[in-house]
């Protein structure tokens, strides 16, 4: 059924529009996605009432190629090969509505680690911030396991609650 498939056939099945990085927009392309209904975010953008602000985080496993890597496919890859694809540069979303602030980041590494981008995660997260603390981070439970590491995230999000997700261990 529909819930088996890929998330770019799915969005090919219920017509919805996907947001995401150019590499995001070649995985669901390759997976039958009209290229006019994926939108690359470049910089802020708004859904409805709400505001996304992308942010480049680091992927879990940052040095790992088919997992942590910025590559960004240039062509629409093998719809079969997608699950080892890299993944374009990691975003998380700073999601900004009359309600509040909400940092959504379901995948993270340490801010100093190197997937070969060469971006500085510190400056990427402070400059997105804009040093406002958030209402709610919706973040992976279990990717990092040193204190030093999550202190680096939360001495910036400074949230008032926190949602963890992804526990996978």
Do not use: K
Request: hydrophobic fraction near 40%; charge should be negative; include cysteine.
């Amino acid at each position: 059924g529909a819930a088996r498939l890929p998330a770019g056939r799915r969005a090919v099945e219920w017509g919805a529009r996907v947001y995401g990085s150019p590499t995001t927009c070649a995985i669901a392309r390759s997976q039958g996605l009209e290229a006019e209904r994926c939108v690359p975010f470049s910089g802020e953008f708004t859904v409805g009432p709400l505001s996304f602000t992308p942010i480049r985080t680091p992927h879990w496993w940052a040095d790992v190629a088919s997992i942590g890597s910025h590559a960004v496919y240039e062509t629409d890859p093998d719809p079969e090969a997608v699950s080892a694809a890299p993944n374009g540069g990691m975003y998380s979303l700073l999601i900004e509505g009359e309600e509040g602030r909400i940092f959504f980041q379901d995948s993270m590494d340490p801010l100093d680690a190197e997937d070969g981008s060469g971006v500085d995660f510190v400056a990427a997260m402070d400059s997105g911030l804009s040093s406002q603390p958030v209402d709610l981070w919706v973040m992976c439970g279990d990717c990092l396991s040193e204190p030093d590491a999550l202190q680096a995230y939360t001495e910036r999000l400074q949230p008032t609650a926190i949602l963890p997700l992804h526990w996978d261990s």
